[in-house]
């Protein structure tokens, strides 16, 4: 009984697995691995163990990949950047997309599997190595002719800030982000002033983009399973930052500094912080000058109201 019923299960599997490709062939399309029976066989053929150290959640489930292509608009003109292909799922559906993918992999066990698993696509170009160490302006000049990019990633979570925030400062041409990311994360990318979410991440992520959480997903999407509930946000870069700052960097040490004792007034909060070098009358001088009051709190301002205190401190700085 128990093994008709196991077969029964198999061959229903079998069956929707097949009419899924079938469907997907009609549509000139071949990508096949978001189905999970298909890549738990590729995983098996390659004896692939999974590497914590590298967060390597693969998605299994067809309607989440649909939906991040879908949000990201790829388009047959498209050149896109992926970090993390794994075993190749999400690439197919770019290939399949975009007009020319280059994917970046740091795993060494996952080049012969991606070499399998793409075979299928002339579009697309493996990169093994750190995405942190490789020169993304390079590589949008290369095959973007220097024109902003898309970048589209189901991100190892160990890294989401190091990697988001290196394509920004570099000032990759970006035209829009679209990644998966913890759910907490994506809430506080784009969470606003006075909330418990809103802090350096979210001013420094609106800074450059505009965010917006296009999906929450839960752990069964992913093979492993998280034990965190994830979210796909996108980023739509600003072509010019959407505030007039005179020093972006000290704009960064003051909003790092307002946060990092998130129950100390702002006063405090910069008074205290090595970065800063005024003392506690001019910042005081300088939260007056904001017509803002003496006890606020960092996270009750806006992104404008910290470049117009981050001009003001400038000013005095240089006195
Ligand atoms: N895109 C695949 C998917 O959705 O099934 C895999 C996503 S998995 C969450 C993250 C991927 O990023 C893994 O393949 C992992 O090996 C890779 N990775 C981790 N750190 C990396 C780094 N520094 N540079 C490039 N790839 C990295």
Redesign the pocket.
Known sequence: MENGRKRQKNVSVTVSFAKVCTDRRMRGEMATLGIPQNTIEILKKYNFTF?KK??????IDTHVLDKIIQAAGITKEDFVLE????IG??TQYLCENARKVAA????RN?IPILSETLSGYNNVTVIPG???KLDINWLAKEYNGGRPIKVVA???YY?TTPIIMGLFENHVPLESITIMVQKEVADRMQAEPGTKAYGALSLAVQYYANPKIVANVPPNCFMPRPKIGSAVIKLSCHEKPPIGVQDEKLLFRIIRASFNQRRKTLQNGLNNSPEIALSKELIAEAIAELKLPPAVRGEALNLQEFAALSNIIGKKMKK
């Open positions: 590497q590298f967060g390597q959640n693969f998605l970090i993390g292909p794994g799922t999400m970046v992999e740091i795993d996952l750190d995405i942190l189901n991100l190892p890294i």
